[in-house]
């Protein structure tokens, strides 16, 4: 049982480029969603997902795209990369949206 | 604005210790707080608490939340080295899948 699956671990962007981070549970959870964690800033939400085809913003969702075509996947889209967008960026899944999320491992982007 | 203060935001302890760890919460509509650890990389659950004054304990750690003066506490009781992480505080709003997340507690455990 692989929990929520990130890819890739580790990103380098120049700045302007496009590129889609991946996720992906095998848990059958409903609900997905993007987190993005800064020094000092704890978790903030980017998009989450109630179920597939349904998705909705977080409280930073500007730069980023998100779709949920499956129950699995919800990958996160950076339209055009900024160095403000380097950050770690995790995915988290819940069954019922109310309890625990479970989380990924995590993808760290640098954009320079 | 909805925000989450977690105090400290930095502890060193030494084997044995208890500590405990705060978290308050300014938010509009409250559905519950959680608690994470974030060792190296993905935080990992550890309670969920909705009701003021029930207590969840689950080995050395337990929680508590009083929802009147809006905090919750985090307690590790003999701690070890193992317990060394970040110790993040959620609140779940009760919209959509909106959590706020404090800036976490970087707790270091020495031998």
């Known amino acids: 049982n692989a929990g929520v699956t990130q890819t890739p671990k580790f990103q380098v962007l120049k700045t302007g480029q496009s590129m889609t981070l991946q996720c992906a549970q095998d848990?059958?959870?409903?609900?997905m969603s993007w987190y993005r964690q800064d020094p000092g800033m704890g978790l903030r939400l980017i998009h989450y997902s109630v179920g597939a085809g349904i998705t909705d913003q977080g409280e930073v969702p500007n730069g980023y795209n998100v779709s949920r075509s499956t129950t699995e996947d919800f990958p996160l889209r950076l339209l055009s990369a900024a160095p403000s967008q380097t950050s770690v960026y995790f995915c988290?899944?819940?069954?019922?949206?109310?309890?625990?999320?479970?989380f990924g491992s995590g993808t760290r982007l640098t954009v320079v | 604005e909805d925000k989450v203060v977690q105090s400290p935001l930095s502890l060193v302890v030494h084997e044995g210790d208890t500590v405990t760890l705060n978290c308050s919460y300014e938010v509009t509509n409250f559905r519950s707080l959680l608690w994470y650890k974030q060792e190296k990389k993905a935080p990992t659950f550890l309670f969920m608490l909705t009701s003021s004054g029930i207590e969840k304990k689950s080995g050395r750690l337990s929680s508590i939340l009083d929802k009147k003066e809006l905090f919750s506490i985090l307690n590790i009781t003999a701690t070890q080295t193992g317990d060394s992480a970040v110790y993040l505080c959620a609140v779940h709003l009760d919209y959509g899948q909106n959590f706020v997340f404090g800036p976490g507690t970087r707790l270091s455990v020495l031998p």
């Open positions: 848990m059958n959870h409903e609900y």
């Open positions: 988290a899944s819940s069954l019922d949206g109310a309890y625990g999320y479970t």
